[in-house]
């Protein structure tokens, strides 16, 4: 792998080509992705797979219009003739000439200390056959068990015609277990992922141990699940992936994106009392090794820390360059893109709830009837209505203060707005999760947290009456 | 021969002793265009070509496969693609069942999926349908506050498949969207409407029909209550119910059957569902949007009865779990891109219709809820177990009629028992794109939770 992808003088050149019918703005974003993943099921390690995609996306701005086009021929030919035609809706620009000065090279390295590269592949193998061996050595019931690994080494440079020019090299790690068990009750599903913006220094064998041990259980717990109940109940959150709670029913409403359409229900609300005064939101890029961790963003924005809901009152969105450049102010690092394929938009980093007061045990000794999440799963809003929906992967009756039977999956569905108003307890045992965030149609790596909390009332969507 | 194709076969000339070889290389070109405000917000036109390289090496137990994915098609990206592919495959564990597909002696159907309206159609008139419709939501109806998205976009696709096996395929589609995102609002009430249009080309494209199906969505649902929680009858239209048979023909493919992570596992034979129910697996209905002459391994496809009159008649399989549970590939191989790996699953889903209308459903149903949109689907059913629980918004079904809309919702059973409780299948079939077309159906025993 060369150790620049495209020299500064032919991004200047690109640059050029790309202002010189009247445009605003011009960016050229080069990446160069190595990605490799193995998988293990029903005891068989099934295919090895390395990808490999390079290529660079132009940018090209002209009032409130963008331009873009992308290519995977990275010679100055190829570059120039994306350029044109990400330029060609500037066609009816005034054609001045352009000249892009571009400020030193800023690179940010990864900062991994076992990089992918450097893990022989029958090491990754290793460590599928042995989560594997352990999620089966925890009980003769788990008849199925599936390993996934997938590490990705993305390199970037992103230039810009106000001068940017940023180099990142992004290292992420991923590893999960998956479990079926069987028994009286039909079958049942255990998943525990461990995933980093690292290289394969957190894969130690304890922890994936601990995360075959996990997913074996929660499905063995499952085993004498009953059907959870329907209607409005009192919900505990255990720390950690409750944060994609938050994500869905807030976060994605304080993009300003969709704020700048009038499209979130928390459009001109900033200053405003929008939550229970326990609620303090933050999203944060620089959180070091989290799943959503960015030294720089995809527009070559340091990655920040961002409070968007201080004490529950509103105090700013995320942004990307455009967004923040329509409203004279700068981007919060919020600029995201699933690769040199996609235009960026504005997209959260790692999202969550500041830590409480609260003992975690005092909440749940304090709730007579409720359930008990243990692990959410994937969740969807509509930004617009507030409204979301997300499943349950581990969830639990509350009875009279203690966690007691194992409930079936569900979804709980509710309204962003309402719910931060109903959180009424937050504990201090503050944990992340990591997670895939899709926006019309892109996915990127996004991490959630937050301490185990209690919601007064949210709709569970049970079969039991 | 497509020259994609003979590119492909030109490659597996690398194919080393000892070795067989796949190749899958596709090339596309797309556009797309949002309208906002009368503007243009964004315009992207690009191309894009890639290649996925599969090596299988035979062993005392089996076969071994490595796979290698590249984004672009210059020699450098090939030639790095083959060595990982052929070193990838050193460290799989050896499968008596893994193997690539040979040609079965079924002949591909010609199908025309190009509408050359696609290429020839200058982009200033697919702006100009971006523009219009995003217009004609904005002033189609007063209570329309915002439009939050109204695009084009169109592709033109090329694929090829050959390997050492004797498999050679190729084929190309085109296909062209218009899709709007309307916002209505009533006092401090928002409620947001989907709608689109789909066809080959552009010239096939209605804006009114996207434009109306938006506007009628996100109006009707304004003065949306909570509903209390109950037991009953769900009506579905044809876009949520394509979604149910989606979900359902997940759970038929061979695949998840063979590895026991479907509730159809061990149940062919078997009465399923209601008599109502006869769903097919058919890619060769030209009138589908998953119409194709092949399967992703280069079979050629095939009409697959699935469940008859509420009999379960059969799976879908690739070549490799077809191997597995000792049946024949039914020309069901999908992929998720040039860089994955094939699997059995359904292409072309439709449940054949019944005789009776939308408004008949409705009226015979007397007392229920009927299911304007779904939420949480994935986050909410659970394939194997056949758990079964996802958001809704929708409207609630009284004196045979549409009555109040509803909202913050949710609708809970297993797929099991959806099944078998489907009371009614309605005539009103939707060619709609993605995996499944789609009918008005109506399910009995749904617990709804509401407040």
């Not at chain 2, 597996?12 to 949002?34: I, P």
Request: charged fraction near 20%; aromatic fraction near 4%; proline fraction near 3%.
């Amino acid at each position: 792998m060369s150790e620049t992808l495209v020299a500064p003088d032919v991004l200047s050149r690109v640059l050029n080509e790309s202002m010189g019918r009247g445009a605003h703005f011009a960016e050229v974003f080069v990446e160069d992705r190595s990605s490799q993943s193995a998988s293990l099921d029903q005891r068989r390690v099934q295919e090895l797979s390395s990808s490999r995609s390079r290529g660079a996306g132009v940018r090209v701005v002209v009032g409130e219009t963008t331009g873009f086009a992308h290519t995977a021929d990275l010679s100055e030919a190829g570059l120039l003739s994306a350029a044109r035609a990400a330029a060609a809706v500037a066609r009816e620009g005034g054609g001045g000439v352009a000249r892009v000065s571009l400020e030193r090279e800023r690179a940010h390295r990864s900062g991994a200390e076992v990089p992918p590269s450097s893990v022989p592949k029958a090491a990754k193998i290793e460590m599928l056959t042995r989560a594997d061996e352990i999620a089966r050595s925890s009980a003769d019931a788990i008849s199925q068990v599936q390993v996934g690994l997938s590490d990705s080494v993305r390199r970037f440079v992103v230039a810009n015609s106000e001068g940017v020019l940023t180099s990142n090299e992004q290292v992420r790690t991923r590893f999960a277990v998956a479990c079926v068990a069987v028994g009286d009750g039909g079958m049942q599903t255990g998943y525990r992922p461990l995933a980093a913006t690292r290289g394969y220094e957190f894969l130690t064998p304890e922890a994936i141990d601990e995360a075959a041990r996990g997913a074996a259980q929660q499905a063995l717990t499952k085993l004498t699940a009953r059907p959870a109940p329907s209607g409005d109940l009192p919900v505990v959150l255990a720390g950690g992936s409750g944060g994609i709670l938050f994500h869905e029913a807030c976060g994605h409403g304080l993009e300003a994106d969709a704020i700048l359409k009038q499209a979130s229900v928390y459009a001109g609300k900033v200053g405003e009392r929008v939550a229970s005064e326990l609620v303090t939101l933050v999203d944060d890029g620089t959180m070091v090794g989290e799943w959503g961790y960015l030294a720089v963003d995809d527009e070559g924005r340091p990655g920040a820390r961002n409070v968007l809901i201080e004490n529950g009152v509103l105090t700013d969105y995320m942004w990307d360059y455009l967004r923040a450049r329509q409203q004279g102010r700068a981007s919060s690092g919020n600029g995201r893109r699933q690769s040199y394929q996609h235009l960026p938009m504005v997209r959260m980093t790692n999202t969550y709830l500041l830590a409480g007061d609260a003992d975690a045990d005092e909440i749940v000794a304090q709730t007579p009837l409720g359930v008990y999440v243990a692990q959410l799963g994937g969740g969807q809003v509509n930004t617009t209505t507030g409204d979301f929906v997300f499943g349950t992967t581990a969830a639990f009756m509350i009875e009279n203060g203690r966690i007691t039977a194992p409930l079936r999956d569900c979804n709980l569905i509710g309204n962003g707005p309402e719910i931060l108003r109903r959180v009424d307890a937050v504990a201090t045992d503050f944990s992340t999760t990591p997670g895939t965030c899709g926006k019309d149609g892109q996915q990127v790596a996004v991490g959630c947290g937050q301490a185990t909390m209690r919601l007064s009332g949210i709709t569970i969507g049970g079969t039991a009456s | 021969m497509s020259e994609l194709l003979e590119q492909a076969r030109r490659l597996l000339e690398r194919v080393a002793d000892g070795e067989e070889m796949e190749v899958y290389l596709s090339r596309g070109a797309e556009n797309e265009v949002q309208a906002y405000q009368g503007e243009i917000e964004s315009l992207a036109s690009s191309s894009s070509a890639e290649i996925g390289i599969r090596i299988l090496v035979d062993g005392p137990q089996g076969a071994r496969v490595g796979t290698a994915y590249a984004g672009s098609l210059d020699e450098e990206a090939i030639a790095e693609a083959l060595a990982n592919a052929r070193d990838n495959a050193r460290f799989a564990t050896e499968d008596e069942f893994m193997a690539f597909a040979r040609p079965d002696g079924v002949a591909a159907m010609a199908m025309d999926l190009v509408d050359a309206g696609v290429t020839t159609t200058p982009l200033g008139d697919k702006i100009a349908l971006a523009i219009e419709l995003e217009k004609m939501v904005r002033s189609g109806d007063p209570r329309i506050r915002q439009v939050e998205s109204a695009n084009y976009s169109d592709y033109l696709a090329e694929a090829a498949i050959a390997t050492t096996t004797g498999i050679a395929a190729a084929h190309e589609r085109s296909g062209a969207f218009l899709s709007v995102t309307a916002i209505a609002s009533q006092g401090d009430e928002d409620q947001t409407g989907w709608g689109l249009s789909v066809g080959r080309a552009p010239g096939e494209l209605s804006v009114e029909e996207a434009a109306a199906d938006a506007i009628g969505r996100a109006t009707r649902m304004l003065g949306a209550v909570k509903a209390p929680s109950t037991k009953g009858v769900a009506v579905f239209g044809p876009r949520t119910a394509a979604t149910l048979w989606s979900i359902i023909g997940g759970a038929l493919s061979g695949d998840a059957v063979v590895r026991g992570r479907s509730f159809f596992a061990g149940r062919l034979g078997e009465s399923v569902a209601s008599e109502l129910v006869t769903l097919i697996d058919d890619p060769t209905d030209m009138r589908h949007y998953g119409a194709s002459p092949y399967d992703a391994e280069g079979l050629a496809s095939r009409r697959n009865e699935l469940i008859v009159a509420g009999r379960l008649q059969q799976f879908v399989y690739d070549t490799v779990s077809a191997r597995r549970a000792g049946a024949v590939s039914t020309g069901s191989a999908v992929r998720g891109g040039v860089s994955g790996s094939p699997s059995a699953g359904c292409r072309a889903l439709q449940v054949l219709p019944g005789e009776l209308d939308q408004d008949e459903i409705l009226r015979r149903v007397g007392e229920g809820i009927y299911v304007e949109s779904m939420t949480g689907v994935h986050s909410g059913v659970n394939p194997i177990s056949g758990d079964f629980s996802v958001g809704i918004t929708g409207l609630m079904v009284r004196d045979g009629v549409l009555a109040e809309p509803v909202r913050e919702v949710t609708i809970a059973s297993t797929l099991q028992r959806m099944l078998l409780d489907v009371l009614y299948v309605g005539a009103d079939q939707e060619w709609l794109p993605g995996l499944a077309a789609g009918q008005t159906i109506a399910i009995d025993g749904v617990a709804l939770s509401g407040s």
